[in-house]
């Protein structure tokens, strides 16, 4: 008896934080792969402190719904979860690579699978590419348009910037797109400059973000120019400086996201194969759908 | 609310005050595969002590034997062993929901028991290895049962749950009752909307819709604690199985049921603050240096004013530390708090960081009924009064146009309460 716990960070100010987290479960949820699907939260309930207790299974897959290795994943998650014996080398990662640890939580003494980020697998490139096919409503985006994956940047975490280096370079390597950035909100090249960083009109831009919020709905947004005033929204596409703006925001809330979840439990030994085919065929963009 | 808030076993209410009438219950046939199967499940199989009967297999015959307290019958064929089961369908019908419908004995299987007040259910899952088995065989002692004779409470049981049995956790009302074949039927609203008719309320099926309904309160607010006593009213989960009614009760209160059955079981787990705030990293590190000082009052005032059942349906349980209790009351919720919450963790940061001043003497010239004001306005807003206060309500010192008033008279272009500054280096602005 296996069952997903998907852990994120929430919030007790903004109550879209906790969506993506709630969607993506129910997601995975309806695939049926897991006996039961879970979801724990820092800042909501149930909090990472309680939430295996109300696991009832013995064997237990935790996810965490963030974007980049560092304190949350590493020290928090796994402190609040009660981890025995976790160590950060466990996952012998170079800030990109966590997969898995296999430890037991000395408060429930279930078997945990305590899996790396979604933030940093190699399928949230695609969810990235999924997510400017979502926002132009054309599954066959990338001719002709520019790609931006945007970070909060390196204020006390350099992993933060190698996953958006990570997915732009890994995009980019396709040759889907005419051109493909990484940009940051804190540091250069910043999200501001956006026009200046691309020759394509059309430019699509995609935090990496996990959930919409003050970041993605109103700093991105005033900071590209799409507004002057988040409160009165903004046109997708914009246009601003002679480029079309398609702005995405959060890439978390994108349906495939689903999908990264559920190859984080695979790469632990997590039997899903069934629901990765279930999810990926129900997620998929039909054209003219943006 | 209802006097069923605590967890103590107290007995629940009979929605009907009556229920005598042992309903008839057509047993489903799932009940009696189960029921040919229990001889062979040593976990599974009924008891005369808990269950009301017993039943075991005459391997040499291929036929049954079915006893209850009233007698025992030997060489039933699967035919007439089905027969038997159906003269005592209650008490079958009671063992198969426990144990293959609701089929858990961890905090599930607790709450769905304690729900309907099956309390020597709930007893035995209190008792490792059920010890009632080793003298309970039906080659033992059959006078031995008459003494623990279960039948009569689980038949009350079933004439309450007739007409139906209801318990209050937190803001929530739930109704267990029966179906015909006997599996049991769960309604779940706000204790506010009792009585309320259901085609009043706006109805749902699935457990998740919980999750959108916690989400704001009856202001359209955010919710950003769960057991906040602000859950909106005005809906109804008619009609949930087992599985359902505990998911909706999960989602609108995660956690509860796991801590209370902890408690319940005597091992409930309690990070008292001390060790609480001594866990914390990054931003809330500073916590800790708010222990420094001598005393705990600091934290007397945190759980005064985070932890009042006013605040939170929790009942705190968690202390200053193991030996140091906190003076203030913990409230009376049905389920435990055992350590301080993440709200209360943001909290304690932002009053650590201002509880780090020092004071200062200010020198304000107010009338009386000015110095009043200031203090209605400070128990308004602590109470969440505000809204409630009519528009030309002047009587009340925190009505707006009072207010308006006296910051009107008051305060100077900056914003300073009679024109003191708050820092004194920068003089005063007014003469």
């Excluded at chain 2, 509860?256 to 001390?274: C, K, M």
């Excluded at chain 2, 609480?276 to 001598?294: L, S």
Aim: aromatic content about 8%; glycine content about 8%; overall charge negative.
């Amino acid at each position: 008896m296996q069952s997903l716990v998907i852990v994120a960070h929430g919030s007790h100010l903004n109550p879209d934080s906790s969506a993506p987290t709630y969607d993506h479960a129910d997601t995975i949820r309806e695939a049926g792969a897991f006996e039961a699907v879970h979801t724990g939260f820092w800042k909501e309930e149930p909090h990472l402190r309680e939430v295996l207790r109300t696991v009832e299974s013995d064997e237990v897959y935790v996810v965490p719904l963030f974007v980049s290795e560092g304190y949350f994943t590493e020290q928090v998650i796994p402190r609040e979860l009660r981890l025995e014996g976790w160590d950060v080398d466990r996952w012998e990662s170079d800030g990109l690579s966590a997969d898995q640890a296999t430890l037991t939580a000395t408060d429930t003494g279930q078997t945990v699978h305590y899996c790396g980020p979604v933030g940093t697998h190699e399928a949230m490139t695609d969810v990235v590419v999924r997510r400017a096919e979502t926002v132009t409503g054309d599954p066959d985006v990338g001719e002709g348009f520019g790609l931006a994956v945007v970070g909060h940047g390196t204020e006390r975490n350099e992993n933060s910037a190698k996953a958006i280096e990570y997915h732009a370079d890994r995009i980019r390597e396709t040759g889907r797109f005419d051109e493909v950035k990484a940009l940051y909100m804190d540091e250069e090249p910043e999200v501001d400059d956006v026009t200046d960083h691309f020759t394509a009109t059309d430019v699509v831009v995609v935090p990496l973000f996990i959930a919409d919020g003050f970041h993605t709905q109103e700093d991105i947004p005033e900071d590209m120019g799409l507004t002057d005033d988040y409160r009165t929204g903004y046109d997708v596409p914009t246009t601003v400086d002679g480029h079309r703006i398609w702005y995405a925001g959060a890439v978390g809330t994108e349906p495939l996201l689903a999908d990264v979840v559920l190859e984080r439990a695979a790469d632990a030994g997590a039997d899903v194969d069934e629901a990765v085919e279930t999810v990926r065929r129900e997620t998929r963009v039909a054209a003219g759908r943006p | 609310m209802t006097a069923n808030t605590h967890a103590d076993g107290a007995t629940p209410t009979d929605a009907s005050g009556g229920g005598e009438d042992v309903p008839s219950i057509d047993l489903p046939t799932a009940a009696i595969d189960a029921l040919a199967r229990a001889p062979n499940d040593d976990e599974r199989s009924p008891t005369l002590a808990v269950d009301g009967f017993r039943i075991a297999s005459d391997d040499d015959a291929d036929t049954y034997i079915f006893e209850t307290s009233e007698g025992r019958r030997t060489g039933l064929s699967r035919e007439t062993l089905a027969e038997a089961a159906r003269e005592h369908a209650v008490v079958v019908s009671d063992w198969y929901v426990f144990e293959h419908v609701v089929d858990d004995e961890g905090p599930r299987g607790a709450f769905l028991r304690w729900l309907e007040g099956a309390t020597e259910r709930l007893d035995r899952l209190d008792r490792p290895n059920r010890p009632d088995r080793p003298d309970d065989r039906l080659d033992g002692h059959p006078e031995d049962g008459d003494a623990r004779e279960p039948r009569e409470p689980i038949r009350d049981r079933y004439a309450s749950l007739a007409t139906g049995v209801t318990r209050e956790w937190g803001e929530l009302r739930i109704t267990v009752t029966l179906a015909d074949d006997g599996t049991r039927r769960y309604e779940i609203r706000h204790a506010d909307a009792t009585g309320i008719d259901r085609d009043h309320l706006e109805s749902h099926e699935d457990p998740r819709t919980a999750r959108s309904i916690a989400k704001h309160d009856a202001d359209g607010r955010y919710r950003p604690l769960k057991t906040a006593p602000t859950l909106p009213t005005g809906w109804v989960f008619p009609e949930l199985d087992a599985r359902g009614c505990y998911e909706t009760v999960e989602t609108f209160y995660p956690a509860t049921v796991a801590n209370w059955d902890r408690e319940r079981r005597g091992a409930l787990d309690v990070s008292h603050w001390h060790e609480t705030m001594a866990r914390q990293t990054g931003i809330y590190g500073v916590i800790e240096t708010w222990d420094r000082g001598e005393g705990h009052e600091h934290v007397e005032w945190v759980a005064e004013t985070c932890c009042a059942d006013s605040q939170c349906l929790k009942r705190r349980e968690w202390e200053y530390d193991a030996d140091t209790p906190l003076s203030v009351d913990g409230g009376d919720g049905v389920f435990p708090c055992r350590e301080p919450c993440s709200l209360v963790v943001s909290a304690a940061r932002q009053w650590t960081k201002l509880e780090s001043e020092a004071e200062r003497t200010y020198e304000f010239d107010l009338t009386p009924s000015e110095k009043e004001q200031v203090e209605a306005i400070i128990d308004a807003v602590a109470d969440g009064r505000v809204g409630e206060i009519r528009e030309a309500d002047v009587y009340e010192g925190a009505n707006r146009y009072r207010t308006r008033f006296l910051r009107a008279k008051r305060f100077d272009d900056d914003g300073n309460l009679c024109g003191i500054p708050t820092d004194p280096d920068e003089g005063t602005t007014v003469e």
